[in-house]
């Protein structure tokens, strides 16, 4: 384990809080609950994927195992922000676990979806929780995971990379 945060090594999440040893690391259990808390996403989702930190707060999802730490440049999947008030998933995470996601999916019409994947913001009304959600679009008759939305007073703000935005 190393002694802090560095942005040239991955360092594993332990397990519990209670073997954290480096002050505000969020720990293994930490993350599955809170995908479980705020998107219901089962936490046997997570079984086989461990879970690995780079910088303050970069965590990584990665389905193989090596030694830590490790000192590379990339481990799997840039999987969610930790250490800001506010954990928020990717746009990765939300697209590959997102179809697990039973709470606080705002689901999308097509004219919608479209404005969400240019990265446009867009009035929405919507009745659950407000802050970073997994906004989805109906596709081949099931939910399409579109990526990460912050809803706020109204409004739906897309939370699309600017290099993966697309236009239809």
Do not use: C
Request: proline fraction near 5%.
């Amino acid at each position: 384990m190393s002694d802090g945060n560095s942005g040239q090594q991955f360092d594993r999440l332990p397990s519990t809080p209670d073997e954290r040893e480096v002050e505000g690391r969020a720990s293994r259990r930490e993350v599955v609950d809170w995908w479980t808390e705020r998107f219901a996403v089962p936490p046997e989702t997570f079984d086989g994927i461990a879970f690995w930190e780079k910088g303050a707060g970069k965590v990584w999802a990665f389905a193989g195992e090596v030694d830590s730490p490790v000192r590379i440049e990339g481990l799997g999947m840039a999987f969610m922000r930790t250490r800001q008030e506010h954990w928020k998933p990717t746009t990765e995470a939300a697209q590959r676990f997102g179809a697990e996601a039973e709470r606080n999916v705002i689901r999308l019409t097509r004219e919608q979806a479209d404005r969400f994947v240019a990265g446009e913001d867009q009035a929405i009304d919507w009745d659950g929780d407000w802050g970073y959600l997994i906004a989805a679009h109906g596709l081949a008759g099931t939910d399409a995971p579109l990526g990460v939305g912050l809803y706020l007073h109204g409004e739906l703000r897309s939370r699309i990379p600017k290099g993966r935005r697309r236009e239809f």
